[in-house]
DNA sequence: TTAATAGTTAGTCATTTGCCTAATTAGGTA
DNA sequence: TACCTAATTAGGCAAATGACTAACTATTAA
């Protein structure tokens, strides 16, 4: 979890996740998207690798990244849980 | 939005924010919980502060804070839309 | 094997973070 | 006033972050 924090609290990031949550890209892809350089993108890429929110597939020279959406939920779930937000289990306090 | 997962990505300024979720405390009872010095504490509830994720009341000497659980409620709404997920209204995909 | 392309790693630098100690502010009380 | 306690702000420092340019690795194609 501590992880999958420290990678969403970078907008970029946010926003990479974001774009792989529609289609797989690969590097070139999601870095023409960004005004930052290619291996500024590659860092990003590293951390959210690092947090385990994507994977990559090599096709020929090509890196192709995927989310791992079950990754974003089971921490997104688990800080829910750890406010105890989002129970929609009709209110069943002790 | 990012401001609070900024605030998120320490785990000390998560804790603070559980043990408020169960009661009000001011900054000593709160500081006696970690292994820091109170000024550390003092920033990390700055922090929190800034993220609008606690509020003060003073009452004579002492500060204390309570959770705001409605900017965490919206923050973590926030990025479920902004990745599409615990959408349990039973799939109405378009 | 030489060259071209995709992408990463290495190295540098400025800024931010997180912690500490010391000093300061705010309020209550003798 | 003077003093005590609660808590913050100020200042300093090491480590992490985020960006860049330059150099390197990997794969395909001429």
Known sequence: MQEVLKA?????RRDILAMLRTAPRNASEIAD??????PTVSGHLNILKDADLISQVRSGTTLTYHIRLSVLEEALGGLMGMFDIGNDKDLKEK
């Open 33 to 38: 998207k960004f005004d930052v350089t290619k």
């Open 8 to 12: 969403l609290a970078h907008p970029m």
